[in-house]
């Protein structure tokens, strides 16, 4: 059966097997697989991927228990006074020597990925415009996002929950988005008539905010222009409110 490489599973580096030409084999098919998404301006969710799986070859790095802990470990049998497995623990400097290697074979060009992506997302967000239109609402945390490419404009209804993320940098996930409509931007329609026309025909938010997101460039809407647009509207309400 054919090895999938679209994806890095996140015990990668201790299973199916651990053979170094494999785990070289598999990081480096994934990685170019990343770097093609990155030339086609797709930047997710492959730069958190890449992210995700650094944390973990650094923590593996940093901490060997945690990594002997990990390994398969032989049955040895039960434990009566609790039930439990007791196992064997692999301390075979072999397979630590191949972990060891696959670990800086690793990092390096991981790092030097997630480089490429963190540049590439600064580039396209240098290529995006965003302001609010018309008056904001007290409470600007939900209403609508007016994604613009060309005369195109998709209408998102967005709504940011007091919930949020663990990690900092990914807070503006709880943005949660559901598509409306779509408009050709002209003399008769301006986005403050979209904005009307969205008041009039949606009474569940009689005083929205909404903000318009224009990009120069052309960029896959859900890998890259929607996630970007959270961002700015998260940082947005955030800094506006103090929060």
């Given at each position: 059966?054919?090895?999938?490489?679209?994806?890095?599973?996140?015990?990668?580096?201790?299973?199916?097997?651990?053979?170094?030409?494999?785990?070289?084999?598999?990081?480096?098919?994934?990685?170019?697989?990343?770097?093609?998404?990155?030339?086609?301006?797709?930047?997710?969710?492959?730069?958190?991927?890449?992210?995700?799986?650094?944390?973990?070859?650094?923590?593996?790095?940093?901490?060997?228990?945690?990594?002997?802990?990990?390994?398969?470990?032989?049955?040895?049998?039960?434990?009566?006074?609790?039930?439990?497995?007791?196992?064997?623990?692999?301390?075979?400097?072999?397979?630590?020597?191949?972990?060891?290697?696959?670990?800086?074979?690793?990092?390096?060009?991981m790092q030097?990925?997630?480089?490429?992506?963190?540049?590439?997302?600064?580039?396209?967000?240098?290529?995006?415009?965003?302001?609010?239109?018309?008056?904001?609402?007290?409470?600007?945390?939900?209403?609508?996002?007016?994604?613009?490419?060309?005369?195109?404009?998709?209408?998102?209804?967005?709504?940011?929950?007091?919930?949020?993320?663990?990690?900092?940098?990914?807070?503006?996930?709880?943005?949660?988005?559901?598509?409306?409509?779509?408009?050709?931007i002209g003399?008769?329609?301006?986005?403050?008539?979209?904005?009307?026309?969205?008041?009039?025909?949606?009474?569940?938010?009689?005083?929205?905010?909404?903000?318009?997101?224009?990009?120069?460039?052309?960029?896959?809407?859900?890998?890259?222009?929607?996630?970007?647009?959270?961002?700015?509207?998260?940082?947005?309400i955030t800094?506006?409110?103090?929060?």
């Amino acid at each position: 059966m054919a090895m999938r490489t679209d994806r890095l599973p996140k015990d990668w580096i201790l299973a199916p097997a651990i053979d170094l030409e494999l785990k070289q084999y598999l990081l480096l098919a994934y990685l170019q697989r990343v770097e093609g998404r990155f030339s086609d301006r797709k930047l997710y969710p492959e730069l958190h991927e890449v992210q995700a799986h650094l944390d973990d070859l650094q923590e593996l790095h940093d901490v060997r228990e945690s990594l002997l802990d990990s390994l398969p470990r032989t049955l040895l049998g039960i434990d009566l006074r609790d039930g439990t497995l007791v196992r064997e623990r692999t301390e075979d400097p072999e397979v630590i020597g191949v972990i060891t290697e696959v670990i800086g074979f690793a990092l390096p060009r991981m790092q030097e990925t997630l480089t490429v992506g963190e540049q590439l997302r600064h580039e396209l967000a240098q290529c995006i415009h965003f302001a609010p239109v018309g008056l904001l609402p007290l409470d600007a945390r939900e209403g609508y996002l007016l994604l613009r490419n060309g005369r195109e404009a998709l209408v998102y209804a967005y709504a940011m929950p007091i919930y949020r993320e663990v990690a900092p940098e990914r807070f503006y996930r709880s943005v949660v988005t559901q598509y409306v409509s779509s408009f050709s931007i002209g003399l008769a329609t301006s986005y403050e008539r979209i904005k009307m026309d969205l008041v009039r025909r949606r009474s569940e938010l009689p005083n929205p905010a909404m903000f318009s997101v224009e990009a120069d460039l052309e960029l896959p809407r859900m890998e890259t222009f929607m996630p970007l647009a959270k961002q700015l509207v998260y940082r947005y309400i955030t800094s506006e409110s103090g929060h």
